[in-house]
């Protein structure tokens, strides 16, 4: 064998990591840590370090109790038959804006009320301030002129806002379907 096809070889290897180092002396990578891309990167590296499995998984279990707490039509009339004072008068308002829940407005009345029924109004409003996926919006007494400048009650509305579960949306069907 010729020493000089043992020696070519290695004398190409060399020469290449001398041009390779020569480069990376001329142009060095940018490592500076005020550079804007690196620091963008990094800024986004921190924002996804807290996106996880495990914290996916709490978020998704977060969002099924959520659910569960939703109103029903079954739940609605059991709270109805079962909390609200006898009385008491529900009218729906229909569905009130919501993104991604069912939402339905309720008017609740009681006609005719007196200051005998203000325990009654105050439990109600605190059942109705308790519960999961229900807000007051508006509670309106309505007051009669009494005997000698004194003043009664006349009737009481309370405007609840409830949350209902609903199906998920249906899926659109595929384009290619049609």
């Known amino acids: 064998m010729s020493p000089l096809r043992t020696w070519l070889p290695l004398a190409g290897a060399t020469l290449l990591c001398v041009a390779l180092r020569a480069v990376m002396i001329a142009w060095p990578p940018d490592q500076s840590a005020t550079s804007p891309e690196l620091e963008a990167l990094r800024a986004r590296r921190e924002k996804l370090g807290a996106a996880s499995d495990a914290r996916l998984q709490a978020i998704l279990e977060r969002e099924a109790l959520l659910r569960r707490q939703l109103w029903t039509a079954d739940t609605f009339a059991y709270w109805r038959k ?33 200051s005998a029924q203000w325990p009654e ?3 109600l409003l605190a059942d109705l301030e308790a519960r999961d996926c229900t807000r007051v919006q508006t509670v309106s007494l309505a007051a009669k002129p009494g005997y000698l400048g004194s003043r009664s009650f006349s009737q009481c509305v309370i405007v609840v806002l409830l949350a209902f579960a609903d199906d998920p949306p249906a899926r659109p069907p595929d384009r290619a379907a049609r």
Request: aromatic residues 6%.
């Open 82 to 114: 079962t909390t609200l004072p006898a009385g008491w008068t529900v009218q729906d308002l229909g569905p009130a804006e919501g993104r991604a829940i069912r939402a339905r407005r309720f008017a609740l009345q009681r006609p005719a009320a007196t």
């Open 121 to 123: 109004i105050t439990s």
